[in-house]
Structures are given as structure tokens and as C-alpha cells.
């Protein structure tokens, strides 16, 4: 295998971890490695370059700390998919995944109608302790784990069932229910993870991750849902174009 990526230069003054990290790199990012390619393991491949195990230890860590490459319990190593860069518009991440042929997949946590807390109710412009649908899902992207979502939708929407969340977008399913979508306000962060979040979206405890909030509103001016999304810092970013007036 390591005859494929080409030769070490041993009297280079350049570290021998680092050519060879470079030169799996470049297998990656050419394509010859793909998403999901799996390395063979440390000891092999050390012998394959003609390194210590401690070296080439390093020079697969520097791809994971580039995220390049990811460890897996019982796996390996592998090549992670690409990530996913998603232009800030007013669509559904279940729509960009699919047009980006990013096989989106969704798990349903939670899937209730409660009284709308106080802050619920405020965004949503309803009476604390009105009826609300509450939604906690976990969306993939060629079958990794992508982000929590969590949305609250007015009582109107609450016939909503789980299995139509988990076959398609909410978008999808709000606008066959009639809903039009005019204009949404939203604000993008990032934060520390929580244990759970964490636990969900296969990071390490309290690993960054990128946040958004978004309340958007129909063509009648009512706000149509609220949601508190989280996703993977190293697998997810927003894309925003800017333009001068």
C-alpha cells in the first residue's frame, strides 16, 4: 500500500511523520482514498513505510486533527466524507443534504404535544401553556450522525406524525400541509457540546459544535416554527454570500 502514495525522502530535513501524513493527504484529496476508504491499521502500515509504530501513530493523527481521517472503535481508521458546507437560505437541512446527494437520514427522539413554556410560547407569538408539537431528531448524512434538531410548531401543525419526519424534511412535510414559507430569523454560533449531544453525534465530550437558531414565519406573517439546531464543528459549516448595496 504505501508504494502507492509514492517514496519518503529520508535525508530531507522534513520530519518522516510529516511526509508521510502529506502524502496520504494527498491520496484523499485526490480521490484515491475516498469517504469512507479504510486504512489499514498502525502496525501495518509503519511496516509498509519502514517507521516506528510511535511515527506513524503521528502521522495519521495530524489527518484526524485535520479531519481528514477518523478513529472508530471496532472500524479503524477511516476517511471521513466530506464535509458539508450549507449556503445560509430559507431550506430545510433534510432538502440540502438531498440535493447535494448527501443521503440524509433522520432518527425521530422525541415526538410530543406540551404546554408551550414560557419561552416557547415567545417565540412562537402563543399563550405560555398553549398546546405545541415538540421535535428532537438526529439527522445523518451518508450514514454519520450530522446534528440534533429540535423545533416547537404551533398546535395547528401538530398532526405531524413521526413517520412522515422520518422519511422526509419538515419542510417538506409542512409545505404539503399548506404551509408557505415568506421569511425566517435566525442566528448562527457555536459551543461547547453536551454530554447527550455529544453521545448523539459521535464526538468527544464537550467537543465544539456549531448552533442555529431560526424562527421563521409565513406569508401571513405568523410564525410557523421555532428550532434549536446543533451540528458537528468538524463535519458542517454555513455558507454565506455576501453582496454590496
Known amino acids: 500500500m504505501a508504494q ?7 535525508s530531507s530535513p522534513m520530519p518522516l511523520y510529516f511526509q508521510v501524513s502529506q502524502l496520504l493527504e494527498r491520496a484523499i484529496t485526490s480521490g484515491r482514498l475516498g469517504p469512507g476508504a479504510r486504512l489499514d491499521n ?4 509503519a511496516d509498509q513505510f519502514g517507521l516506528s509504530r510511535p511515527t506513524m501513530r503521528r502521522a495519521i493523527q495530524e489527518l484526524v486533527d485535520k479531519g481528514l481521517l477518523v478513529r472508530k472503535r471496532g472500524v479503524g ?8 458546507t450549507r449556503p445560509v437560505e430559507l431550506t430545510s437541512l433534510f432538502d440540502d443534504l438531498s440535493r447535494a446527494h448527501q443521503a440524509p437520514a433522520t ?4 415526538h410530543e404535544v406540551v404546554p408551550a413554556r414560557d419561552d416557547v410560547a415567545a417565540r412562537l407569538d402563543v399563550r405560555p401553556g398553549t ?3 415538540h421535535l428532537r431528531r438526529v439527522r445523518w448524512a451518508n450514514g454519520e450522525p450530522l446534528a440534533v434538531l429540535e423545533n416547537y410548531l404551533p398546535q395547528a401543525l401538530a398532526d405531524i406524525d413521526a413517520d412522515e419526519l422520518a422519511a422526509r424534511g419538515l419542510y417538506q412535510v409542512m409545505r404539503a400541509r399548506g404551509v408557505h414559507f415568506r421569511v425566517a430569523r435566525q442566528r448562527i454560533g457555536a459551543r461547547a457540546g453536551t454530554v447527550e449531544e455529544c453521545r448523539l453525534l459521535g464526538e468527544r465530550r464537550g467537543a465544539p459544535l456549531l448552533t442555529m437558531e431560526r424562527a421563521t414565519h409565513d406569508d401571513s ?14 463535519q458542517y459549516s454555513f455558507e454565506v454570500t455576501l453582496v454590496d448595496h
Not at 502507492?4 to 529520508?10: E, I, P, Q, V, Y
Not at 498502525?42 to 502500515?45: C, D, K, M
Not at 481508521?77 to 458539508?84: D, P
Request: glycine share 12%; hydrophobic share 40%.
Open 4 to 10: 502507492d502514495f509514492g517514496d519518503l525522502d529520508r
Open 42 to 45: 498502525e502496525i501495518s502500515l
Open 77 to 84: 481508521t477511516q476517511v471521513v466524507h466530506g464535509k458539508v
Open 107 to 110: 432518527t425521530v427522539l422525541v
Open 131 to 133: 398546546r405545541v408539537l
Open 221 to 234: 406573517g405568523a410564525t410557523v416554527e421555532w428550532g434549536g439546531h446543533v451540528y458537528r464543528a468538524s
